[in-house]
């Protein structure tokens, strides 16, 4: 069954100020997890993606951290944007496995 | 935008009636997967298909079937329609498993 769980359901946060969006995991086989962001009536869309042998990537305006001893995840998005709005999820990939494990998101609100 | 289309995009059927959705995968994808995604929800694995075999299931009934074309693309098939098949269709695909996974804009089957 799934194993992603997300700490806060709804963030809201000013235009401008940085997003931290939290996500745990339960497995310690998880080897791969991806972020991906979807906004109302389509699909999910490819964020950023981290392996376990790392602890952090940068992308442009995000970046992605991994603790994998508290088996914790998160995706900072820096300057946020309103076209930022939309709800984030991340997925995970178990001992490089055929499938993803999402959790159920988190919703993020850019306040003009 | 990615390459991965799927279709239709929206779709009402009667309980007990069959449906057939398609996914065409992103040019240079052999890896299609299928997932179910309820509403509020996170998207939910269905399976997974690679050089046109089935590589992988979730929990999900016989009913759920599909299909992959020497050409990558891809059918889930659907039989004997149940309300709670309601949901939105995600088509994700990829070069190989555990790599990054690009979703289509998803089809929204409606069983009445």
């Known amino acids: 069954g799934e194993s992603v769980g997300l700490h806060l359901p709804t963030l809201s946060v000013q235009e401008g100020d940085n997003s931290i969006i939290n996500c745990a995991y339960s497995?310690?086989?998880?080897?791969?997890f991806i972020w991906y962001k979807q906004e109302s009536g389509k699909g999910p869309q490819f964020i950023i993606d981290i392996r376990s042998n790392m602890d952090k990537r940068q992308g442009q305006r995000v970046t992605v951290l991994l603790n994998k001893t508290v088996k914790h995840l998160s995706l900072q998005i820096a300057a946020t944007q309103p076209g930022d709005s939309a709800v984030y999820f991340c997925a995970e990939n178990i001992d490089t496995g055929n499938q993803f494990y999402f959790g159920t998101g988190t919703s993020l609100t850019v306040i003009p | 935008e990615t390459g991965v289309t799927q279709s239709p995009t929206h779709l009402i059927k009667t309980r007990g009636q069959q449906v057939t959705l398609r996914c065409s995968s992103q040019s240079g994808h052999n890896t299609v997967s299928w997932y179910q995604q309820a509403l509020g929800q996170g998207p939910q694995f269905i399976f997974q298909y690679y050089r046109e075999e089935e590589n992988g299931r979730g929990n999900f009934p016989p009913r759920f079937s599909g299909l992959q074309f020497p050409n990558y693309s891809s059918e889930l098939n659907v039989n004997a329609l149940e309300l709670d098949d309601s949901a939105l269709y995600l088509c994700a695909s990829s070069f190989i498993m555990n790599t990054e996974a690009f979703f289509g804009q998803g089809t929204r089957l409606t069983v009445v």
């Open positions: 497995n310690s086989a998880s080897d791969y």
